[in-house]
T-cell receptor, first 111, second 116 residues
Framework: KQEVTQIPAALSVPEGENLVLNCSFTDSAIYNLQWFRQDPGKGLTSLLLIQSSQREQTSGRLNASLDKSSGRSTLYIAASQPGDSATYLCAVKGGSYIPTFGRGTSLIVHP | DAGVIQSPRHEVTEMGQEVTLRCKPISGHNSLFWYRQTMMRGLELLIYFNNNVPIDDSGMPEDRFSAKMPNASFSTLKIQPSEPRDSAVYFC??????????????FGPGTRLTVL
């Protein structure tokens, strides 16, 4: 059974810092890995999707990397802003096509 | 498209009452997922439909929970009778349903359920 772990569970940083969120998974036979953002009281919004054949994806200040062999993904946020404050979840889709979610990293970027 | 639509957004009920949550997936999407999110357990998959047929309901906690998808544009999650431990945020998500590595989930805003 796939297990997804996200470290750290919570992070508080000053505005402007570059930061890295980590996601690890136990079964490397995946189709894709997706990073989501969840604002308080809201649903999840997809940020980046990395296919199993890809190593990374970029969108604006966000860069996600994937290392299937080691079962790891990182989400890099450059020049963080208070508006980046949210919970970030990663989800791994394997052979069942059903995503397995991590518990998320709660990020606070303070001015 | 309006995205995934869920109703109600908030529901407060008393223990023992029946609760029905509703979801309208994105038009053209063939797969629909119901999730429950709590602080203790995170995001849990309850049930997954493909082309209106339940494919995996192993996450449904017990017989008090039931889900239906009578057509491609509507699904319900029913709890009868409800208990305080059912209090959570329930999300519905849909995807195109193509079993490909680029298929993306789109989530609704959720229904916050409180059972007193």
């Amino acid at each position: 059974k796939q297990e997804v772990t996200q470290i750290p569970a919570a992070l508080s940083v000053p505005e402007g810092e570059n930061l890295v969120l980590n996601c690890s998974f136990t079964d490397s036979a995946i189709y894709n890995l997706q990073w989501f953002r969840q604002d308080p009281g809201k649903g999840l919004t997809s940020l980046l999707l990395i296919q199993s054949s890809q190593r990374e994806q970029t969108s604006g200040r966000l860069n996600a990397s994937l290392d299937k062999s080691s079962g790891r993904s990182t989400l890099y946020i450059a020049a963080s802003q208070p508006g980046d404050s949210a919970t970030y979840l990663c989800a791994v889709k394997g052979g069942s096509y059903i995503p397995t979610f991590g518990r998320g990293t709660s990020l606070i970027v303070h001015p | 498209d309006a995205g995934v639509i869920q109703s109600p957004r908030h529901e407060v009920t008393e223990m023992g009452q029946e609760v029905t949550l509703r979801c309208k997936p994105i038009s053209g999407h063939n797969s629909l997922f119901w999730y429950r999110q709590t602080m203790m357990r995170g995001l849990e998959l309850l049930i997954y439909f493909n082309n209106n047929v339940p494919i995996d309901d192993s996450g449904m906690p017990e017989d008090r929970f039931s889900a239906k998808m009578p057509n491609a544009s509507f699904s319900t999650l029913k709890i009868q009778p409800s208990e305080p431990r059912d209090s959570a945020v329930y999300f519905c998500a849909s995807t195109l349903g193509r079993q490909s590595s680029t298929d993306t989930q789109y989530f609704g805003p959720g229904t916050r359920l409180t059972v007193l």
